[in-house]
């Protein structure tokens, strides 16, 4: 999954750079509010780690401007001063979440997963459902009652499908969803990616829907772009 990092402290940010690619999340690391605020608008992000405190546009100001623009991606904030009533106004700015510096990572990537999951709806690790789920915490495919390991990058694919259920997400999309900022994309990597997965866990498990994309079956165990799917 694709994560922003805003952080301008360079020995936390190239630490959190780091924990993050090593819990194999795709990330882009901005050092000031401008960056960050550009890059938001311009890119999905599953979630955004946003540092109060950032030169330029500062955190809360960044982040109002986001959600009055109708942004809804999930916000981290990570915060350097234990100061509740900053911590307070930024949670009721938009942030999903507000954490303290100095953090424990195991902690740190827990809360990250926990906005991803109430952004999807979901109280516990596992989103889905028993014939088709995924564990975040564990990154595994539940496929009628078996659990299965995924790559990092099947289960970000996996992961875009399943948080738009039964909805065709294109090439483009999916590419934003699996890769970050100066990685070079061959214009076939979507498509090999998905012919990994349906080898391993069959071919109707993502539907193509011709020229438009693809999908996942919606809850009712059929896909509702039925129509042109081979």
């Given at each position: 999954?694709?994560?922003?990092?805003?952080?301008?402290?360079?020995?936390?940010g190239?630490?959190?750079?780091?924990?993050?690619?090593?819990a194999?999340?795709?990330v882009?690391?901005?050092?000031?509010?401008?960056?960050?605020s550009?890059?938001?608008?311009?890119?999905?992000?599953?979630?955004?780690l946003?540092?109060?405190?950032?030169?330029?546009?500062?955190?809360?100001a960044?982040?109002?401007?986001?959600?009055?623009?109708?942004?809804?991606?999930?916000?981290?904030?990570?915060?350097?001063?234990?100061?509740?009533?900053?911590?307070?106004?930024?949670?009721?700015?938009?942030?999903?979440?507000c954490?303290?510096?100095?953090?424990?990572?195991?902690?740190?990537?827990?809360?990250?997963?926990?906005?991803l999951?109430?952004?999807?709806?979901?109280?516990?690790?596992r989103?889905?459902?028993?014939?088709l789920?995924?564990?975040?915490?564990?990154?595994?495919?539940?496929?009628?009652?078996?659990?299965?390991?995924?790559?990092?990058?099947?289960?970000?694919?996996?992961?875009?499908?399943?948080?738009?259920?039964?909805?065709?997400?294109?090439?483009?999309?999916?590419?934003?969803?699996?890769?970050?900022?100066?990685?070079?994309?061959?214009?076939n990597?979507?498509?090999?990616?998905?012919?990994?997965?349906r080898?391993?866990?069959?071919?109707?498990?993502?539907?193509?829907?011709?020229?438009?994309g693809?999908?996942?079956?919606?809850?009712?165990?059929?896909?509702?772009?039925?129509?042109?799917?081979?």
């Open positions: 999954m694709r994560v922003l990092l805003a952080e301008n402290d360079l020995h936390t190239q630490s959190l750079f780091c924990a993050l690619r090593d194999e999340y795709s882009d690391w901005v050092r000031d509010g401008r960056a960050a550009l890059a938001i608008a311009a890119s999905y992000y599953a979630v955004v946003l540092n109060l405190s950032l030169p330029g546009i500062g955190g809360i960044l982040l109002k401007a986001s959600r009055a623009a109708g942004n809804k991606v999930p916000v981290v904030l990570l915060s350097a001063h234990d100061d509740p009533e900053t911590h307070a106004r930024g949670l009721d700015t938009g942030a999903d979440d954490v303290l510096k100095p953090f424990v990572t195991r902690e740190l990537l827990a809360r990250i997963r926990a906005v999951r109430r952004a999807t709806g979901y109280a516990t690790s989103i889905g459902d028993e014939f789920g995924l564990d975040l915490e564990r990154r595994t495919i539940l496929l009628n009652g078996l659990e299965s390991s995924l790559s990092a990058r099947e289960f970000t694919l996996m992961h875009a499908l399943l948080e738009r259920r039964g909805a065709v997400l294109s090439r483009s999309q999916l590419e934003e969803r699996l890769y970050g900022w100066g990685r070079e994309v061959e214009s990597a979507v498509d090999v990616l998905i012919h990994a997965i080898k391993k866990y069959g071919q109707s498990l993502i539907r193509n829907v011709r020229g438009l693809w999908s996942v079956r919606s809850e009712n165990g059929l896909s509702t772009c039925a129509t042109s799917v081979h």
